[in-house]
């Protein structure tokens, strides 16, 4: 009965006994919260099966013992895992590494000891995260690092000499045997079977992908909720697309960004919506806007994202709903553009330029949680490369020396991040800010809006 169900909040009661393995089988969950309650034993292994789960993993502040397990390394999508205030003992399990959305890990007030796992989740966690254990050392700063036992004597140094010589000519026999197999494959594919021309239309038209859905059956379902994309459902407007909002018969929201495709045999610059599948596919944080799926057909284009209940940030600071912004919110949305830039910058390989960062890109929640978003003309930064550009973004929200050098850079990002800071900061007058730094002398000709 339970097997659609996606948040599960059973925190603060005076729940007890083992937590049952039959959450395993809530497939859908994104968000499951067992905290502050009385539950005991270990964790069940079942868990690993909740491979959507995304938002929160938090048992804390319960009697639960044993060994973390391994299969928790499963849950990659998975961005607050809280473990703390329990009695878990052991190492934390190096499948850990796997879970490559984390943002926060608190296993503190444990009996745990060992090394962290190396990951950039844990390598930027503080050491309070992982206090109050036995013997934990290793990646986090503050820990102590991990050091050796023992000195191998010269019996386990020959052993060990021994062991690598005879691994490394296994290898080298399974791979020239593997050469030699591929080899006489690919020769008797090429005898027996004729080429198949390829349709490269094939690939980019008719093609429709959406995470946990049968594609073909959402896309008519979401032309049938916007009723063709009618005016009435269009939520937000640009001159590369427009956004709907689209309710499907099962109740899940989306927010549906339709790309305008030339009425005539005109041509169309498939560019953006290339590189917005691209990047938003590669990438997951929990301050990015999560894209569900894509649609590309000779009648429309568009894009399937999470629903974001109050829109974009610039919509809101030129509304009424501006007065809701106190203080301690405005703060905080400048801590979750931080973080998502910091993300694209130094987590990802290579990094990731959005290029357009505006008070428009930015989309706020119901809480007022707020997600990056459109990816249209992101840039990853080749090492290899120069990185020239044509001088691409919305005016006032350029880095002045992009003018100059045509060069990107994640600093190009960091001067459009000030000026969103600074339009959170002014309020009202933030539109007045943008249409001074928007009259620098710069050819209008290269700037795309």
């Known amino acids: 009965m339970l097997s659609n169900l996606e948040l599960l909040d059973l925190s603060s009661n005076n729940l007890a006994g083992r937590i049952p393995d039959q959450l395993g089988d809530c497939m859908k969950h994104r968000s499951l919260k067992l905290n502050n309650n009385n539950f005991s034993g270990t964790i069940p292994l079942a868990i690993g099966n909740l491979v959507y789960l995304q938002d929160t993993f938090d048992i804390s502040q319960n009697s639960l013992t044993g060994e973390i397990p391994s299969q928790l390394g499963k849950l990659v999508m998975l961005q607050s895992?809280?473990?703390?205030?329990?009695?878990?003992?052991?190492?934390?399990?190096?499948?850990?590494?796997?879970?490559?959305?984390?943002?926060?890990?608190?296993?503190?007030?444990?009996?745990?000891?060992?090394?962290?796992?190396?990951?950039?989740?844990?390598?930027?966690?503080?050491?309070?995260?992982?206090?109050?254990?036995?013997?934990?050392?290793?990646?986090?700063?503050?820990?102590?690092?991990?050091?050796?036992?023992?000195?191998?004597?010269?019996?386990?140094?020959?052993?060990?000499?021994k062991v690598v010589v005879i691994a490394i000519i296994a290898s080298v026999v399974f791979f020239l045997l593997l050469i030699i197999f591929i080899a006489?494959?690919?020769?008797?594919?090429?005898?027996?079977?004729?080429?198949?021309?390829?349709?490269?239309?094939?690939?980019?038209?008719?093609?429709?992908?959406?995470?946990?859905?049968?594609?073909?059956?959402?896309?008519?379902?979401?032309?049938?909720?916007?009723?063709?994309?009618d005016a009435k459902y269009c939520i937000g407007s640009g001159a590369y697309s427009r956004v709907y909002r689209a309710e499907l018969a099962s109740g899940e929201l989306l927010a549906v960004k339709k790309i305008h495709l030339p009425d005539t045999e005109g041509t169309f610059d498939e560019q953006p919506f290339q590189n917005e599948i691209q990047t938003l596919t590669q990438i997951r944080h929990r301050n990015i806007v999560k894209l569900y799926g894509f649609c590309s057909s000779p009648r429309h284009k568009f894009l399937v994202y999470e629903y974001m209940e109050k829109g974009s940030l610039g919509s809101v600071l030129r509304s009424e709903s501006a007065a809701e912004l106190d203080w301690g919110m405005r703060v905080n949305i400048v801590k979750d553009v931080a973080?998502?830039?910091?993300?694209?910058?130094?987590?990802?390989?290579?990094?990731?330029?959005?290029?357009?960062?505006?008070?428009?890109?930015?989309?706020?929640?119901?809480?007022?949680?707020?997600?990056?978003?459109?990816?249209?003309?992101?840039?990853?930064?080749?090492?290899?490369?120069?990185?020239?550009?044509?001088?691409?973004?919305?005016?006032?929200?350029?880095?002045?020396?992009?003018?100059?050098?045509?060069?990107?850079?994640?600093?190009?990002?960091?001067?459009?991040?000030?000026?969103?800071?600074?339009?959170?900061?002014?309020?009202?007058?933030?539109?007045?800010?943008?249409?001074?730094?928007?009259?620098?002398?710069?050819?209008?000709?290269?700037v795309k809006d």
């Open 339 to 446: 973080r998502a830039l910091f993300y694209m910058h130094h987590d990802c390989v290579p990094p990731i330029v959005h290029r357009d960062v505006t008070s428009n890109n930015i989309l706020l929640d119901s809480e007022f949680k707020a997600c990056v978003s459109d990816f249209g003309i992101a840039r990853l930064l080749n090492p290899d490369s120069s990185n020239w550009t044509m001088l691409t973004g919305t005016r006032g929200y350029l880095a002045p020396e992009l003018a100059y050098t045509m060069k990107v850079t994640t600093q190009c990002d960091a001067y459009s991040f000030g000026v969103v800071t600074l339009e959170l900061l002014i309020g009202e007058y933030g539109e007045i800010l943008v249409s001074i730094l928007s009259s620098s002398p710069i050819n209008d000709s290269f």
């Open 184 to 229: 006489a494959a690919l020769r008797f594919h090429k005898r027996t079977k004729p080429p198949v021309p390829v349709d490269d239309n094939h690939v980019k038209e008719g093609a429709f992908s959406i995470l946990n859905f049968d594609g073909r059956d959402v896309c008519k379902d979401i032309i049938e909720a916007t009723e063709d994309f």
């Open 81 to 161: 895992l809280n473990l703390s205030h329990n009695s878990f003992s052991g190492h934390l399990p190096s499948s850990l590494t796997y879970m490559t959305s984390l943002s926060t890990v608190d296993v503190s007030y444990n009996e745990l000891d060992g090394p962290v796992p190396d990951s950039p989740a844990f390598r930027r966690a503080p050491a309070e995260w992982f206090a109050h254990n036995n013997d934990l050392c290793g990646v986090v700063r503050g820990l102590p690092p991990c050091v050796s036992l023992g000195t191998p004597t010269k019996d386990d140094r020959s052993k060990r000499h």
